[in-house]
């Protein structure tokens, strides 16, 4: 059988991954849920009353030719008005929005400087750009400062960061920032897990550090995630959008984004909206139900572990009381961790429970905060 032999050495190595199907009867701690909206029936039928006024209810091309649609555009401005930036664009998902990013925009002469624990999706075309590719320490400004120095950009110099990142749950410095505006650099951020998420108005990254909105700044976020949909965004300055719109191969060779996530992104972003203050105090106290322990202060607690046995005797653990936790290993990140994803369809008394047998298992093998 071809591949048999891949398939056994991954079985040996617990790295093999099985699609499940779990039971309904699990505490999702897990999922990239954030505000628990994909589970919200109310904005399903809102989601589907919009989409019923359009005489289609599929993309029927890509968007380049004549897929892009009225809805397609609604959201647009949505996201534009909603966020503060000057134009948008439109991608199928996170990964086609970081690739098109990469591979789009870092021309001839150019330097893109990355942390190196950003995304899969960034780290696929950064490495196709070899030499114009260079990765900084995570989360440190003064080894990006040392790289910016070492290596002199021809032309544009581009910064590449998460607003928080998915496998560690830290939030990116401000300082990028900073750095950014002092070498007249781009500022990629991926806002995949943070959008929604933190800030006082929950729109990420430059709200949680209380930033202004520059020329230089692209934000790239997912419908997914806390926007409980599927697909994803660029916004920055038009030049900067229409130039991905007119030459990103994610997006004019492939079909445009489906209608029903559009228009349920849509009706969720402006539920998000009119809910902002409530759900800021939910998503508050769901974090300060895990404080003991001492976990970064994101939607993401995670607990790194030396050995992948004692994370998956502790995942075991955590699905014998019915919570269902990420347990991640290999490749997608290089030590084995738990990923606990605080969502608004768990209570803060099950949060608290969580937190409880959680301190009760790792003291058991000795794990320190």
Do not use: W
């Not at 900084?136 to 400004?141: K, L, T, V």
């Amino acid at each position: 059988m071809p591949y048999s032999k891949e398939l056994s050495i991954l079985q040996k190595s617990k790295l093999l991954r099985e699609k499940k199907i779990h039971p309904s009867y699990l505490m999702d701690y897990a999922s990239n849920d954030y505000l628990g909206l994909a589970c919200d029936s109310q904005l399903l039928e809102k989601a589907i009353l919009r989409l019923k006024t359009s005489p289609i209810h599929a993309p029927i091309s890509s968007m380049a030719i004549n897929g892009y649609h009225p809805l397609h555009l609604d959201l647009e401005s949505l996201l534009v008005s909603y966020f503060g930036f000057e134009s948008c664009t439109l991608f199928g998902s996170g990964f086609l929005a970081n690739l098109a990013l990469f591979d789009t925009l870092v021309r001839k002469h150019d330097l893109i400087f990355i942390d190196e624990l950003y995304h899969a999706s960034g780290q696929y075309p950064a490495k196709l750009l070899k030499d114009q590719a260079i990765f900084f320490s995570h989360n440190d400004p003064n080894d990006l400062r040392q790289k910016l120095k070492s290596h002199l950009a021809k032309g544009r110099i581009l910064i590449a960061i998460e607003g928080v990142y998915s496998m560690d749950g830290d939030i990116a410095s401000k300082e990028f920032a900073l750095i950014a505006q002092e070498y007249n650099a781009l500022l990629i951020i991926d806002e995949a897990h943070s959008s929604g998420v933190i800030g006082d108005n929950l729109k990420g990254y430059l709200d949680y550090h209380h930033l202004p909105i520059s020329q230089n700044i692209i934000k790239m976020g997912t419908l997914s995630k806390a926007y409980g949909s599927y697909g994803a965004f660029v916004l920055g300055a038009k030049s900067v959008t229409d130039f991905l719109f007119s030459k990103a191969k994610s997006s004019i060779y492939t079909t445009a984004p489906s209608l029903f996530d559009i228009a349920l992104a849509h009706e969720n972003l402006l539920y998000i909206q009119q809910h902002t203050q409530e759900i800021s105090t939910k998503l508050q106290e769901q974090r300060e139900s895990l404080q003991p322990l001492c976990l970064p202060q994101s939607q993401l607690a995670i607990l790194p572990f030396v050995k992948q046995e004692q994370m998956m005797e502790i995942s075991q653990l955590l699905l014998d009381h019915h919570f269902l936790v990420g347990s991640i290993r290999k490749p997608t990140s290089n030590t084995p961790r738990l990923r606990i994803s605080l969502n608004l369809k768990n209570s803060k008394m099950q949060t608290q429970k969580l937190c409880k047998i959680l301190q009760n298992a790792l003291k058991s093998i000795g794990y320190k905060c």
